[in-house]
């Protein structure tokens, strides 16, 4: 099948290897490489090659991806739409980490016991859950950061989330500070804003939980988002909420699931938790 080849050929531009496109698919390694061949023959066109223990895309595989990707995205996320959603099918939800483990856990846990307990979660930066819901494989993206325009879904504002310093505040202005990534696209925009304040990026993590450890151990002032300040520990460093800077917390879907009753009830639920956790903070 066509389409099964395109979207194939897409996890494995992302992934590189045939056995990790095989386990996002539920699929063996030789099933993954059967559909990559079949699609080369409908073509008549080689679209991978060896690169030592990973796969490389040629040059018309390449072209062949930014010419239908955006159309591959749409089509699943049509399919997706019309999918029947049971009571008990898997719900996959692509979520911020850092959203999670600061805020959502116990939210989590609590409607997975009580109201729906075939929520699948997954967690990915904010670019990757825009491109998760826009193409349906997961339903409802719940992420930190400024959205690009023209992502298409319908958004619902959480709460703006300040940043806070930690660390000595003399030190961050002499030395510079740890901080995120801010090349990222939806953290990008912090970089004029820690400027005006003095702050410069000392280094920049992939990983938060890296820059919660570096804080504890005293490497140099980090930034750090307010839900993540609790897992800190009990190390006494100054903490001071930084004006001006927050980060937007969205929930993300496409219209259809407005038209989902376990969808509205899960959006309706997170909405709440936010809201509870907002005025418990006022």
């Known amino acids: 099948m066509l389409l099964e080849g395109l979207e194939t050929l897409y996890l494995l531009a992302r992934e590189g290897t045939m056995g990790k496109v095989g386990s996002r698919l539920y699929i063996s390694q030789s099933a993954v490489s059967k559909r990559i061949a079949n699609l080369e023959g409908r073509i008549g066109k080689r679209l991978v090659e060896p690169d030592g223990r990973h796969i490389r895309l040629t040059a018309d595989a390449r072209d062949l991806l930014t010419r239908v990707n955006p159309l591959l995205e749409e089509l699943k996320g049509e399919i997706s739409d019309n999918r029947l959603l049971s009571d008990h099918t898997p719900l996959p939800l692509a979520c911020s980490e850092t959203l999670l483990a600061g805020y959502l856990a116990p939210f989590f846990a609590h409607y997975m016991q009580r109201q729906d307990s075939a929520l699948l979660l997954s967690t ?7 491109e998760r819901v826009r193409s349906g494989d997961a339903l409802l993206g719940i992420c930190a950061g400024r959205l690009p325009s023209g992502h298409g879904l319908l958004t619902q504002r959480l709460m703006d989330e300040p940043f806070y310093l930690v660390g ?56 750090l988002p307010a839900g993540l300040l609790g897992k800190l520990g009990d190390e006494a ?43 418990a903070s006022s």
């Open 124 to 130: 990915h930066h904010t670019p990757v859950i825009i």
């Open 237 to 279: 460093q100054p903490r001071r909420r930084l004006p001006g800077l927050t980060r937007p917390l969205h929930l993300i879907y496409r219209p259809n699931a407005l038209k989902r009753e376990r969808l509205v009830t899960l959006l309706e639920g997170i909405g709440h938790h936010f809201g509870s956790l907002q005025m």
């Open 168 to 223: 000595d505040e003399s030190q961050a202005l002499s030395g510079g500070i740890l901080t995120m990534e801010l090349d990222n696209p939806s953290n990008a925009y912090l970089a004029a804003t820690l400027h005006e304040q003095g702050l410069r990026p000392r280094m920049q993590l992939d990983s938060y939980l890296a820059l919660i450890e570096l804080a504890r151990a005293g490497v140099a002032p980090v930034l």
